[in-house]
């Protein structure tokens, strides 16, 4: 089924969870599938995700397509290094009513920190896979380190232009405002949100995502980590004219309910990057339906084949 890789029909080997030293005293925790043999596809997460909302059967059946798949808790997120840098929410409005503003970290840190992991595991490149603020770390580092990545697959995410990707107005309100402490408040905040951002044609299990939920607290969340990641998403500014100069092998992903990232955002994307295949999934929102997995795996190898 896929020719450059060994697909496997046997459980792949999972990693326990690792940690690698980035650099400016930032520590990423990581995880491996998959035979390390296989082609290296590197998964980022989006705003406040940690690694574990890559879902491990989705992680299993990229290992079972031949990959060896990495991965990671972004800086300020899960088992990560948290930065030191106080923020307020003052900054936030700012930076959301004109892209400009004073920040901890930028979309090129971001960046950054996945080549750095790449360096740590002796991995000269990868396939890039990342999701809502990952697909712009993904496009970030395609752009800013191109020999780094064999192709690139950007999904529910944006170019970074203001004028596409925009977010449903409802839903800021909620994303800036103050959380309650403790586990079963943000469960339910959380609940809330995807009940709001979910795929209307595909709708998670109700259990499924109260287990996410607490084990994402469960692991470390940081209200303060997830205002820098904003900051550095809002003042990322707008890479249509460098998304114009790769010659990777690129796939967009986006669904057509989105509220959280406008599908204008994915369309965007595939518009700017030469040859770049766009799949648009009816009623899928800001999340991956699990009933997706093969099709997005289907996808993501035949993306990669094209690399050669």
Same mark, same amino acid.
């Given at each position: 089924m896929y020719p450059s890789r060994r697909a496997s029909s046997e459980a792949p080997a999972v990693s326990d969870e690792l940690v690698a030293p980035v650099g400016n005293e930032v520590e990423l925790c990581y995880q491996t599938f998959g035979d390390p043999d296989g082609e290296p596809l590197l998964l980022v997460m989006g705003l406040s995700g940690p690694m574990t909302w890559w879902d491990q059967a989705f992680c299993e059946q990229l290992a079972s397509a031949g990959f060896h798949v990495v991965r990671y808790d972004n800086r300020d997120t899960g088992r990560s290094s948290r930065v030191k840098a106080p923020v307020r929410r003052d900054q936030l409005l700012r930076a959301f009513a004109t892209g400009r503003a004073r920040v901890p970290y930028t979309m090129s840190d971001l960046g950054s920190d996945a080549v750095a992991l790449l360096d740590h595991l002796g991995l000269d490149s990868a396939h890039v896979v990342g999701v809502s603020m990952g697909g712009m770390i993904a496009q970030t580092v395609a752009v800013e380190h191109p020999t780094r990545v064999r192709s690139l697959t950007s999904i529910s995410s944006t170019t970074g232009r203001r004028s596409v990707g925009w977010q449903h107005p409802s839903l800021l309100p909620r994303l800036i405002a103050p959380r309650k402490p403790g586990r079963e408040a943000y469960v339910e905040s959380s609940l809330a949100m995807w009940s709001l951002i979910g795929s209307v044609a595909y709708p998670a299990d109700p259990d499924a995502l109260r287990g996410r939920a607490?084990?994402?607290? *469960?692991?470390?969340?940081?209200?303060?980590?997830?205002?820098?990641?904003?900051?550095?998403?809002?003042?990322?500014?707008?890479?249509?004219?460098?998304?114009?100069?790769?010659?990777?092998?690129?796939?967009?992903?986006?669904?057509?309910?989105?509220?959280?990232?406008?599908?204008?955002?994915?369309?965007?994307?595939?518009?700017?990057?030469?040859?770049?295949?766009?799949?648009?999934?009816?009623?899928?929102?800001? *999340?991956?339906?699990?009933?997706?997995f093969p099709t997005f795996v289907e996808a993501i190898a035949r993306t990669a084949d094209r690399a050669g």
């Open positions: 607490i084990e994402t607290f *469960d692991r470390g969340v940081s209200a303060s980590g997830v205002v820098r990641q904003m900051l550095a998403i809002l003042t990322q500014g707008d890479r249509t004219p460098r998304l114009r100069s790769l010659r990777v092998p690129a796939l967009v992903i986006h669904g057509t309910a989105d509220k959280m990232v406008h599908v204008s955002g994915g369309r965007s994307t595939a518009a700017a990057i030469p040859g770049a295949e766009l799949v648009l999934v009816d009623g899928m929102g800001h *999340d991956l339906p699990s009933a997706l």
